[in-house]
């Protein structure tokens, strides 16, 4: 790749400055409540459970067991994330009645509380009324 270079740089004449010294905050709470984050959890597992009892096999209880790792593990990583900051840095997640009172803001303007959860909550209810659907019909067939 070319870089034009400043024809200051090639004559030598470029100063040399120290970089800004500005502290990084980083927010790493996602500000929503735990409670949001365990009814995800509840409802992902939920599904496995619907399958496991579904299409009760000893052949899926291995790869069950992997599933259920991975959405623990898939929500514990950033739970963990979220505790590494430094003290000076850490904003803690808003409590279900901070949340309720303020909502939340997004990219696109401030959430009500209820419509966050809504928007947070809808694809994990979905998959888990698939997973009903699949084994009623499975059920019935």
Known sequence: MSKRIEQQLLQ???QIVAPPHAPTVV???FELPRRLYMAT???YLGF???MATGFASPQLAIPM??????IV????????????????SR???????????????????RLKARDAT??????????VAWGLTVVTIAALV
């Open 73 to 88: 593990a898939g929500f514990a990583v950033p739970t963990i994330w979220t505790r590494l900051a430094p003290d000076e």
């Open 12 to 14: 030598g004449n470029a």
């Open 27 to 29: 927010d790493r709470s």
């Open 65 to 70: 067991a992997i599933f259920a790792l991975f």
């Open 41 to 43: 959890v509840g409802l």
């Open 118 to 127: 809504i928007q947070m909550l809808i694809l994990p209810v979905l998959i």
């Open 48 to 50: 496995l459970g619907v």
């Open 91 to 109: 904003t803690p997640a808003l409590r279900w009645r901070q949340f309720g009172d303020r909502g939340i803001m997004t990219a696109t303007g």
